[in-house]
């Protein structure tokens, strides 16, 4: 995919759905790729502080040359790390989700969060009428769609949060 149409998904959610001035905040991107979502947040958006998180090295490698030539003030880490240390404001994860191979990493994941204090979390997951996980992705050593599941499933592991759920399309 383009940067243009990452860009564009990105800003429909931010602009459209959120609806929050992001100025001057400290945000985690995490799931953060090749540092897409970052550079639109800092160069559209003016946060202040961001903050990359992932599981793939090579990833964050492509998100630092990406981010470092836009701040100074942003941060890239290895995943699993414990979301509370970093002090944030807002939390986004797009397009990450629906690469978790179990429940217990998902449950990690959202466990992580409801503990953080963050206080505002945007999580893009694929809908399903209920959690399923598929290992499809494997056989070819390709990254892909493996997990779907329900707004419920998310609200029930994050009480700690108000849930709104709107479909993104």
């Known amino acids: 995919r383009t940067k243009e149409k990452y860009f564009s998904g990105y800003n429909q959610v931010i602009l459209n759905n959120l609806k929050r001035d992001l100025s001057d905040k400290t945000v985690i991107d995490y799931g953060c790729g090749g540092g897409f979502l970052g550079e639109l947040l800092l160069t559209k958006h003016k946060i202040r502080n961001y903050i990359g998180l992932d599981i793939v090295r090579r990833s964050l490698a492509h998100c630092e040359k990406r981010i470092s030539q836009l701040t100074n003030n942003y941060k890239i880490d290895l995943l699993p790390q414990d979301l509370k240390q970093y002090n944030v404001d807002v939390l986004f994860s797009f397009a990450c989700i629906q690469h978790f191979e179990s429940a217990e ?57 108000k849930i709104i759920y709107r479909p993104a399309c």
């Open 105 to 161: 990493v998902l449950d990690d994941m959202l466990n992580n969060i409801n503990q953080s204090g963050i206080k505002l979390v945007c999580l893009h997951f694929r809908y399903a009428s209920q959690i399923k996980f598929s290992n499809e992705y494997d056989k070819k050593g390709n990254v892909g769609l493996c997990c779907m599941v329900t707004p419920n499933y998310i609200a029930d592991r994050l009480p700690n949060y």
